[in-house]
């Protein structure tokens, strides 16, 4: 899965081809992200957690998917410009991609990688979503918007954690410290 991951085609959110060679070597955590939902205000969190470890060999990837009741409408340039003028984003961010519909490669790598969260906050997250009328087809499939893949150095999937653990949840810190102590 390593060399296939980086070889994967994305596009950045200005829409240029590329893929995630230049990224070999970090430590990666890749986030699908969203406007219009109720765990937006991760991007404060995520903004905060790129600070911090950036300078140490850290990368957040942020891919925005409208695939989760239609939380992400906008344009790659209303998604840029809503996340440097609210959160003021930093971190890379790459055009929309599918995840439940479509679904992009670089997400069926991810998931294929790492069938399962490593931490869910018990059925929380998951139960309030039914009762908001989604339910996960395959319990493979993210759940949400805001679910993250943590990547190792060594370009293999070390964790997967539910949209409901925050970016300064100290499980997700423990996992990237540790990637990075190497």
């Not at 240029?16 to 937006?40: I, Q």
Request: glycine letters at 10%; proline letters at 5%; charged letters at 25%.
């Amino acid at each position: 899965m390593a060399n296939k991951l980086f070889e994967i085609p994305v596009k950045t959110i200005d829409g240029r081809e590329t893929n995630l060679s230049g990224y070999k070597g970090k430590t990666l955590l890749f986030v699908n992200v969203a406007s219009k939902c109720g765990l937006t205000p991760q991007y404060e969190g995520l903004e905060k957690l790129y600070e911090k470890y950036r300078d140490q060999g850290f990368e957040i990837l942020g891919f925005p998917s409208n695939d989760f009741k239609g939380q992400e409408p906008g344009t790659e340039e209303e998604i840029m410009e809503f996340c440097s003028a609210n959160y003021n984003v930093q971190f890379p961010m790459f055009a929309k991609v599918g995840i439940l519909e479509d679904r992009h490669p670089l997400y069926a790598t991810l998931i294929g990688a790492h069938p399962e969260t490593n931490v869910n906050n018990g059925d929380g997250m998951e139960g309030r979503l039914r009762n908001f009328g989604h339910t996960r087809v395959d319990p493979t499939d993210v759940l949400w918007n805001f679910e993250k893949f943590l990547v190792g150095r060594n370009g293999k999937v070390v964790a997967r954690f539910a949209p409901d653990v925050t970016p300064d949840d100290e499980r997700l810190m423990a996992k990237i410290e540790a990637d990075l102590a190497g």
